[in-house]
């Protein structure tokens, strides 16, 4: 897919306005995810201040019911950014999927991004910097509109990606928390000129709060979609809720 880049991505002093007071507050945000439309588990994803100079972010997914007997997942991830410019400072992954479990530490300092898994790798990489999660809070402080898109670099598994996020169009959807006009952005990520095989999709609400509505990734098994269907005022727990009976 070819396309052009209507604005070139930018870095303001420092997140402004009415999120830059919803994420010194903090911010929990509850979602049912599914698989080919099965509801299989939940995720919880958090912002809230580290310290003067940092934020950190959660994110926590889980499976439940039967798909969850099926297959017991967990993953955590939590990403430490600067307040600043939101660039990421540290990322601490840890994964449990039907028992193969990896742990993976990125820690990015003086431009070199050092991921110790098994072995280290070093990765030169530019400021800022962003992860895959902290992409998402970052999107919901640019101004969204049809026919935008910015362009940035993130880093992933140790590799460095240029993603294009592309506002692709306007529509009205219905989540658990009621029916609402959203932006649906679309993230490419590239490394050394080839794009990455998955397809993501981010829905944020068409107002000053951009909550990500609906996440959508497209893989060659089918999609997994996360649906926001609650969000509380501070963070208390970083761990999900289990499926309701």
């Not at 926590?60 to 600067?82: C, H, P, Q």
């Not at 000053?208 to 979609?225: A, C, D, H, Q, Y």
């Amino acid at each position: 897919m070819t396309f052009a880049l209507a604005v070139l991505f930018a870095v303001s002093a420092s997140i402004a306005g009415p999120l830059h007071d919803t994420y010194e507050a903090g911010e929990t945000l509850d979602f049912t995810v599914t698989w080919m439309k099965v509801t299989g588990g939940t995720a919880r994803m958090t912002i809230s201040p580290h310290d003067d100079a940092h934020y950190r972010i959660t994110s926590v997914a889980k499976s439940g019911g039967g798909l969850g007997r099926l297959f017991r997942i967990r993953d955590e991830i939590e990403t430490t950014v600067a307040r600043e410019d939101f660039s990421t400072i540290k990322i601490v992954k840890s994964l449990d999927e039907r028992g193969d479990k990896m742990r993976e530490t990125i820690t990015i300092e003086d431009g070199v991004a050092s991921r110790k898994r098994k072995k280290i790798r070093k990765t030169p990489v530019p400021r800022p910097i962003f992860d895959p999660i902290s992409v998402i809070y970052y999107f919901r402080t640019l101004e969204l509109a049809p026919g935008k898109s910015y362009e940035l670099k993130l880093i992933d598994g140790g590799k460095l990606y240029t993603v294009y996020g592309n506002v692709v169009k306007r529509e009205q959807i219905t989540t658990p928390l009621g029916t609402f006009n959203a932006l649906l952005v679309e993230p490419q990520m590239a490394s050394a000129g080839v794009q990455r095989e998955e397809k993501l999709f981010i829905w944020y609400s068409d107002d000053e709060r951009r909550l990500p509505l609906r996440i959508r990734t497209e893989v060659k098994f089918g999609s997994i979609t996360a649906t926001l269907n609650k969000v509380t005022e501070g963070v208390t727990a970083s761990d999900p809720p289990p499926l309701p009976r």
